[in-house]
Protein backbone atom coordinates (compact mmCIF):
# COMPACT_ATOMS: atom_id res chain seq x y z
CA UNK A 1 0.00 0.00 0.00
CA UNK A 2 2.84 2.01 0.53
CA UNK A 3 3.47 2.82 -3.01
CA UNK A 4 -0.16 4.08 -3.68
CA UNK A 5 -0.21 6.46 -0.58
CA UNK A 6 2.89 7.98 -2.18
CA UNK A 7 1.72 7.83 -5.49
CA UNK A 8 -1.37 9.80 -4.28
CA UNK A 9 0.14 12.14 -1.68
CA UNK A 10 -1.02 15.74 -3.01
CA UNK A 11 -4.72 14.84 -3.35
CA UNK A 12 -5.13 16.40 -6.40
CA UNK A 13 -5.25 12.85 -8.49
CA UNK A 14 -8.00 11.35 -6.20
CA UNK A 15 -10.20 13.45 -7.51
CA UNK A 16 -10.86 12.22 -10.99
CA UNK A 17 -12.54 9.52 -12.06
CA UNK A 18 -9.48 8.63 -14.21
CA UNK A 19 -6.91 8.22 -11.16
CA UNK A 20 -9.88 6.62 -9.11
CA UNK A 21 -9.58 3.71 -11.97
CA UNK A 22 -5.63 3.42 -11.27
CA UNK A 23 -6.23 1.88 -7.89
CA UNK A 24 -5.80 -1.86 -7.17
CA UNK A 25 -9.50 -3.28 -7.68
CA UNK A 26 -8.66 -4.34 -3.44
CA UNK A 27 -9.20 -0.80 -2.80
CA UNK A 28 -11.62 0.92 -5.17
CA UNK A 29 -14.52 0.43 -3.09
CA UNK A 30 -13.00 2.55 -0.40
CA UNK A 31 -13.28 6.90 0.05
CA UNK A 32 -9.98 8.12 0.50
CA UNK A 33 -8.53 11.32 2.65
CA UNK A 34 -5.01 12.56 1.71
CA UNK A 35 -3.29 13.70 4.87
CA UNK A 36 0.28 14.57 4.59
CA UNK A 37 1.88 11.57 3.05
CA UNK A 38 -0.33 9.06 4.08
CA UNK A 39 -3.58 8.17 1.85
CA UNK A 40 -6.38 7.14 4.38
CA UNK A 41 -8.87 5.32 3.57
CA UNK A 42 -12.37 5.05 4.86
CA UNK A 43 -14.91 1.24 4.10
CA UNK A 44 -17.71 2.35 1.82
CA UNK A 45 -21.12 1.47 4.76
CA UNK A 46 -23.80 0.89 1.59
CA UNK A 47 -22.37 -1.91 -0.84
CA UNK A 48 -24.60 -4.10 -2.40
CA UNK A 49 -23.98 -7.23 0.25
CA UNK A 50 -24.43 -5.29 2.94
CA UNK A 51 -27.82 -4.10 1.72
CA UNK A 52 -28.79 -7.46 0.89
CA UNK A 53 -27.55 -8.71 4.61
CA UNK A 54 -29.75 -6.16 5.98
CA UNK A 55 -32.27 -6.85 3.72
CA UNK A 56 -32.26 -10.76 5.15
CA UNK A 57 -32.81 -9.26 8.77
CA UNK A 58 -35.78 -6.96 7.62
CA UNK A 59 -37.15 -10.70 5.95
CA UNK A 60 -37.36 -12.59 9.36
CA UNK A 61 -40.78 -10.61 10.68
CA UNK A 62 -42.50 -11.64 7.56
CA UNK A 63 -40.93 -15.51 7.34
CA UNK A 64 -42.65 -15.82 10.94
CA UNK A 65 -45.80 -13.73 10.00
CA UNK A 66 -46.47 -16.54 6.90
CA UNK A 67 -45.87 -19.07 9.31
CA UNK A 68 -47.74 -18.35 12.46
CA UNK A 69 -50.55 -17.66 10.35
CA UNK A 70 -50.51 -21.12 8.24
CA UNK A 71 -48.93 -19.99 4.83
CA UNK A 72 -45.63 -22.52 4.67
CA UNK A 73 -45.21 -22.50 1.62
CA UNK A 74 -44.95 -18.51 1.64
CA UNK A 75 -42.73 -19.10 4.69
CA UNK A 76 -40.69 -21.28 3.02
CA UNK A 77 -40.12 -19.48 -0.12
CA UNK A 78 -39.14 -16.35 1.86
CA UNK A 79 -36.67 -18.59 3.83
CA UNK A 80 -35.07 -19.67 0.29
CA UNK A 81 -35.41 -16.47 -0.58
CA UNK A 82 -33.68 -15.45 2.17
CA UNK A 83 -30.70 -18.48 1.55
CA UNK A 84 -30.23 -17.30 -1.99
CA UNK A 85 -29.43 -13.96 -1.23
CA UNK A 86 -27.06 -15.40 1.39
CA UNK A 87 -25.04 -16.91 -1.33
CA UNK A 88 -25.57 -13.76 -3.64
CA UNK A 89 -23.83 -11.19 -0.98
CA UNK A 90 -20.65 -13.47 -0.29
CA UNK A 91 -20.21 -14.14 -4.01
CA UNK A 92 -20.98 -10.41 -4.61
CA UNK A 93 -18.49 -9.21 -2.28
CA UNK A 94 -15.83 -11.43 -3.39
CA UNK A 95 -16.14 -11.01 -7.65
CA UNK A 96 -16.14 -7.28 -6.88
CA UNK A 97 -14.27 -6.81 -4.35
CA UNK A 98 -16.77 -5.19 -1.57
CA UNK A 99 -15.58 -6.95 1.41
CA UNK A 100 -16.14 -5.01 4.69
CA UNK A 101 -15.69 -5.16 8.11
CA UNK A 102 -19.27 -3.93 8.45
CA UNK A 103 -20.20 -6.73 5.94
CA UNK A 104 -18.49 -9.49 7.55
CA UNK A 105 -20.35 -8.84 10.96
CA UNK A 106 -23.53 -8.40 9.05
CA UNK A 107 -23.88 -11.75 7.16
CA UNK A 108 -23.21 -13.77 10.13
CA UNK A 109 -25.73 -11.60 12.09
CA UNK A 110 -28.23 -11.74 9.75
CA UNK A 111 -28.15 -15.81 9.45
CA UNK A 112 -27.72 -16.49 13.44
CA UNK A 113 -31.28 -14.18 13.46
CA UNK A 114 -32.72 -16.51 10.67
CA UNK A 115 -31.89 -19.68 12.16
CA UNK A 116 -32.58 -19.22 15.60
CA UNK A 117 -36.13 -17.14 14.99
CA UNK A 118 -37.26 -19.87 12.73
CA UNK A 119 -35.79 -22.69 14.76
CA UNK A 120 -37.37 -21.42 18.12
CA UNK A 121 -41.00 -21.06 16.14
CA UNK A 122 -40.59 -24.70 15.28
CA UNK A 123 -39.88 -25.52 18.41
CA UNK A 124 -43.99 -24.61 19.42
CA UNK A 125 -45.20 -27.83 16.54
CA UNK A 126 -42.13 -29.86 17.63
CA UNK A 127 -40.35 -29.68 21.14
CA UNK A 128 -37.77 -32.18 20.50
CA UNK A 129 -36.21 -29.26 18.22
CA UNK A 130 -35.41 -27.73 21.16
CA UNK A 131 -32.36 -29.69 21.02
CA UNK A 132 -31.11 -28.69 17.80
CA UNK A 133 -31.83 -25.01 19.71
CA UNK A 134 -29.72 -25.57 22.67
CA UNK A 135 -27.13 -26.86 20.51
CA UNK A 136 -26.82 -23.67 17.55
CA UNK A 137 -27.04 -21.68 20.61
CA UNK A 138 -24.46 -23.59 22.83
CA UNK A 139 -21.88 -23.25 19.73
CA UNK A 140 -22.89 -18.89 19.14
CA UNK A 141 -22.33 -18.27 22.29
CA UNK A 142 -18.67 -20.01 22.33
CA UNK A 143 -18.34 -18.76 18.96
CA UNK A 144 -19.24 -15.07 19.88
CA UNK A 145 -16.69 -15.12 23.08
CA UNK A 146 -14.08 -16.12 20.97
CA UNK A 147 -14.39 -13.88 18.25
CA UNK A 148 -14.80 -10.49 21.13
CA UNK A 149 -11.55 -12.05 21.94
CA UNK A 150 -10.07 -12.59 18.21
CA UNK A 151 -11.07 -8.87 17.82
CA UNK A 152 -9.37 -7.33 20.83
CA UNK A 153 -6.27 -9.14 20.22
CA UNK A 154 -6.15 -8.24 16.36
CA UNK A 155 -8.65 -5.81 15.27
CA UNK A 156 -9.81 -8.42 12.48
CA UNK A 157 -13.14 -10.27 12.02
CA UNK A 158 -12.68 -13.59 9.82
CA UNK A 159 -15.44 -14.52 7.08
CA UNK A 160 -16.98 -17.71 7.96
CA UNK A 161 -15.43 -20.85 6.54
CA UNK A 162 -16.70 -23.71 4.72
CA UNK A 163 -17.54 -26.10 7.51
CA UNK A 164 -19.86 -23.04 9.08
CA UNK A 165 -21.61 -22.82 5.10
CA UNK A 166 -22.02 -26.24 5.89
CA UNK A 167 -23.49 -26.57 8.80
CA UNK A 168 -26.19 -23.13 7.36
CA UNK A 169 -26.89 -25.68 4.57
CA UNK A 170 -27.79 -28.26 6.99
CA UNK A 171 -29.87 -25.81 9.15
CA UNK A 172 -31.74 -24.78 6.43
CA UNK A 173 -32.91 -27.63 5.08
CA UNK A 174 -34.23 -29.34 8.17
CA UNK A 175 -36.27 -26.01 8.77
CA UNK A 176 -37.51 -26.18 4.99
CA UNK A 177 -38.65 -29.86 5.28
CA UNK A 178 -40.06 -29.23 8.97
CA UNK A 179 -42.01 -26.22 7.30
CA UNK A 180 -43.62 -27.45 5.11
CA UNK A 181 -43.68 -31.55 5.32
CA UNK A 182 -45.66 -31.56 8.61
CA UNK A 183 -46.34 -35.26 8.38
CA UNK A 184 -42.82 -35.82 8.00
CA UNK A 185 -41.94 -39.63 9.13
CA UNK A 186 -41.01 -39.80 12.60
CA UNK A 187 -37.42 -41.80 11.63
CA UNK A 188 -36.96 -39.04 8.41
CA UNK A 189 -37.67 -36.23 11.20
CA UNK A 190 -34.54 -37.82 13.43
CA UNK A 191 -32.31 -38.17 11.24
CA UNK A 192 -32.34 -34.53 10.13
CA UNK A 193 -32.32 -33.61 13.78
CA UNK A 194 -29.16 -35.75 14.48
CA UNK A 195 -26.80 -35.45 11.46
CA UNK A 196 -27.68 -31.28 11.58
CA UNK A 197 -26.88 -31.09 15.38
CA UNK A 198 -23.49 -33.53 14.49
CA UNK A 199 -22.34 -30.87 11.72
CA UNK A 200 -23.06 -27.75 13.97
CA UNK A 201 -20.93 -29.64 16.76
CA UNK A 202 -18.19 -30.49 14.07
CA UNK A 203 -18.51 -27.22 12.90
CA UNK A 204 -17.99 -25.67 16.47
CA UNK A 205 -14.88 -27.51 17.22
CA UNK A 206 -13.36 -26.53 14.07
CA UNK A 207 -13.82 -22.95 14.90
CA UNK A 208 -12.44 -23.99 18.16
CA UNK A 209 -9.40 -25.00 17.34
CA UNK A 210 -8.78 -22.33 14.47
CA UNK A 211 -9.50 -19.17 16.91
CA UNK A 212 -7.52 -20.90 19.28
CA UNK A 213 -4.84 -21.12 16.80
CA UNK A 214 -5.28 -17.33 15.84
CA UNK A 215 -5.12 -16.37 19.25
CA UNK A 216 -1.60 -18.07 19.88
CA UNK A 217 -0.37 -16.71 16.63
CA UNK A 218 -1.76 -12.64 17.94
CA UNK A 219 0.27 -13.39 21.48
CA UNK A 220 2.88 -14.31 19.33
CA UNK A 221 3.48 -11.41 17.58
CA UNK A 222 2.68 -9.30 20.35
CA UNK A 223 5.82 -10.89 22.37
CA UNK A 224 8.19 -10.52 18.92
CA UNK A 225 6.75 -6.78 18.70
Known amino acids: MKEWQNAFANGAL ?11 DKI ?74 LGKALDPIADKLTILAVLVSLCFFSPTMIALVAVIVLRELIMGIMGLFIIKKTGTTY ?8 STLFLYLTMLFNIIWSDMPHALYLTLLIVTSAIALISLILYFVSNIKILRQA ?7
Open 28 to 101: KYRTYRVKGNFLFMKEKIFTIPNMMSVFRILLIPFILWMFFTERYYIAAGLLVLSGITDLLDGFIARRFHMISA
Open 159 to 166: SSRWHGKA
Open 14 to 24: LKTAAARKLLP
Open 219 to 225: NINKMTD
